[in-house]
Each structure stands twice: as C-alpha cells, then as structure tokens.
C-alpha cells in the first residue's frame, strides 16, 4: 500500500499541479513575498507546471499587474527558489459561476 501523501504527490504532479505545501506557503505569505501593488490588487490561483495564476481583482489591475510581472518573479525566486516558480500568469476576475482551471 502507497501511504496518502505519497499517493496524492504523484497525482498532482502527473496533472502539472505544484506541491501542496508551495501553494499553502505562497498563499500565506502572498502580502509580504509579492508585495504592493500585488497584495492588493491579485490574489493566487494555483501553480501549475511551475506556472503562478493569479486573478487581478479587477480588469483595470490586470493591465497594470502585467508590466510587473518580472519583479514579482524575482521576488518568487528569491523566497522559493528558481525551480519552484518558472513563470508568472495575471488573469481578470473570475465571472460568477464559472470555475477554474
């Protein structure tokens, strides 16, 4: 028998999924690991194939997200390291009843 943690590592990895505990940490620190204007203005969606997906809160903040998505990717490495975020995604709001991904 595999044990669970084992079991479920292999899954999210075999969907392009990142560690549980990268997604638990880049959420937790999201505020001070991105900073402004990131904190306010996008949330983290999910990792996947070492691709961060954040929805900007409105389609105004997207725009302005995209210009700094190379200074929120350096901050990323610098607390994850180079391998565990390969590119950042800025998306607008989510409409109301659809789902992600």
């Known amino acids: 028998m595999i044990p669970f943690d084992e079991a479920l590592g292999a899954t999210l990895h075999k969907l392009?999924?990142?560690e549980?505990?990268?997604?638990?940490d880049l959420s937790r620190e999201w505020a001070e690991v991105a900073g402004e204007p990131w904190a306010s203005k996008?949330?983290?969606?999910?990792?996947?194939?070492?691709?961060?997906?954040?929805?900007?809160?409105?389609?105004?903040a997207v725009g302005f997200l995209r210009y700094g998505i190379l200074e929120l990717h350096r901050r990323l490495e610098e607390?994850?390291?180079?391998?565990?975020?390969?590119?950042v995604?800025?998306?607008?709001?989510?409409?109301?009843?659809r789902t992600d991904p």
């Open 16 to 18: 392009g999924l990142a």
């Open 89 to 97: 995604e800025v998306r607008p709001p989510r409409r109301r009843g």
């Open 42 to 60: 996008a949330t983290p969606l999910y990792v996947r194939s070492g691709i961060l997906v954040v929805e900007g809160n409105d389609v105004g």
């Open 20 to 24: 549980p505990a990268l997604m638990l």
């Open 79 to 87: 607390r994850f390291g180079p391998q565990a975020i390969t590119g």
